[in-house]
């Protein structure tokens, strides 16, 4: 059974552009949460989506920043018009319930903004 | 709202010495309480989970930790530490009913001296 997947494992862009982070959860999993790590810093949650749905964007700045999980497919981190500042880890997680199950994490995608 | 404060955000040991990683919550509900590890440019791994069953819990690779209510604690113990134990650990809270979303505490370095 593959752990979650994410990918590019790296990823460079310029001031500007638009980066495109993707996020595939483990099998029978319906459940995603994207998390941010900037650096010395721990992980904070930016969004939880289901299949179609957008149950929680409590975490995501307000300008620039979108998400998706469509019904077939990966889930979607899209950042427009990046910044310096957005250079981080983004760390993609699954579970197969919100109930009491442990979320599993993917390997990260790290972007770094010139 | 809930937060986790790790104590340390280093800590050094001899190889074959106990490990402690401290650990406070705040939690409105009951929590569910995690640790996990982040080797260097990885993601995360699950170490043991706390969800209210037994308040000792053991995990992977040796480690245990003992949820104290009365102290808000949730310390992260092992009895000999291994050079490959080097990581940073992180802390985290949740509470089911409001969502599932992890809170992560800020991270404790561990260092291994051979």
């Known amino acids: 059974n593959a752990g979650v997947m994410q990918n590019p494992r790296h990823l460079v862009r310029r001031r500007g552009q638009e980066a495109r982070l993707r996020c595939s959860p483990m099998?029978?999993?319906?459940?995603v949460y994207w998390y941010r790590q900037l650096p010395e810093e721990g992980l904070k949650f930016m969004v939880y989506l289901q299949k179609e749905n957008i149950i929680d964007e409590s975490g995501m700045p307000k300008e620039r920043f979108s998400a998706e999980f469509p019904k077939e497919g990966p889930s979607i981190l899209r950042i427009q018009q990046v910044v310096r500042g957005d250079s981080a880890a983004y760390f993609c997680a699954s579970s197969p319930d919100r109930g009491r199950e442990t979320q599993y994490f993917g390997p990260g995608t790290r972007l770094l903004v010139l | 709202a809930q937060s986790v404060t790790q104590l340390d955000s280093h800590v050094s040991v001899s190889e074959g010495t106990p490990v402690l990683l401290r650990c406070n919550y705040s939690s409105s509900y009951s929590p569910s309480l995690f640790w996990y590890v982040q080797h260097p440019n990885k993601g995360l791994q699950l170490l043991l989970k706390?969800?209210?069953?037994?308040?000792l819990v053991k995990g992977i690779n040796g480690f245990e930790a003992e949820f104290k209510k009365s102290e808000t604690s949730f310390h992260l113990t092992k009895p000999s530490a291994h050079m490959s134990d080097a990581a940073e650990y992180f802390c985290?809270?949740?509470?089911?009913?409001?969502?599932?979303?992890?809170?992560f505490g800020q991270g404790t370095e561990l260092s291994v001296k051979p």
């Open positions: 985290v809270v949740t509470n089911y009913n409001q969502g599932g979303k992890l809170i």
């Open positions: 706390y969800t209210s069953a037994a308040t």
């Open positions: 099998k029978g999993h319906s459940h």
